[in-house]
């Protein structure tokens, strides 16, 4: 089993930036991926973005040139700086880990940080 501790979420307005952290305990060894997902009131959860134990990362395009992930594997964390926020930009933002299948079939998650962008 992996856990995982979100911080960083918070208010700011449109234009500014913030930095989300995501640690991981536990059987980090499984770990494949990292990523974060964000999920607004009444929507599907949606990934933003992935990044490897080999630092290959991905973007959704609403996020790409804004967000940055990445990722400290000594220390099992994850981070996520946002800039140029915008109102859309709005979610519960949620820190996931997937694991090699050897260890687990299923991802795990993070409780959750809200941000909210203010227009």
């Known amino acids: 089993q992996v856990q995982l501790m979100e911080s960083g979420g918070g208010l700011v307005q449109a234009g500014g930036s913030l930095r989300l952290s995501c640690a991981a305990s536990?059987?980090?060894?499984?770990?494949?991926?990292m990523g974060w997902y964000r999920q607004e009131p009444g929507k599907e959860r949606e990934k933003v973005a992935t990044?490897?134990?080999?630092?290959?990362?991905y973007y959704i395009d609403s996020v790409e040139g804004r967000f940055t992930i990445s990722r400290d594997n000594a220390k099992n964390t994850v981070y996520l700086q946002m800039n140029s926020l915008k109102a859309e930009d709005t979610a519960v933002y949620y820190c996931?880990?997937?694991?090699?299948?050897?260890?687990?079939?299923?991802?795990?998650w993070g409780q959750g940080t809200q941000v909210t962008v203010s227009s």
């Open positions: 996931m880990a997937a694991p090699d299948h050897v260890c687990s079939d299923s991802d795990w």
């Open positions: 536990g059987e980090t060894i499984c770990i494949i991926a």
């Open positions: 990044i490897t134990t080999g630092g290959k990362t």
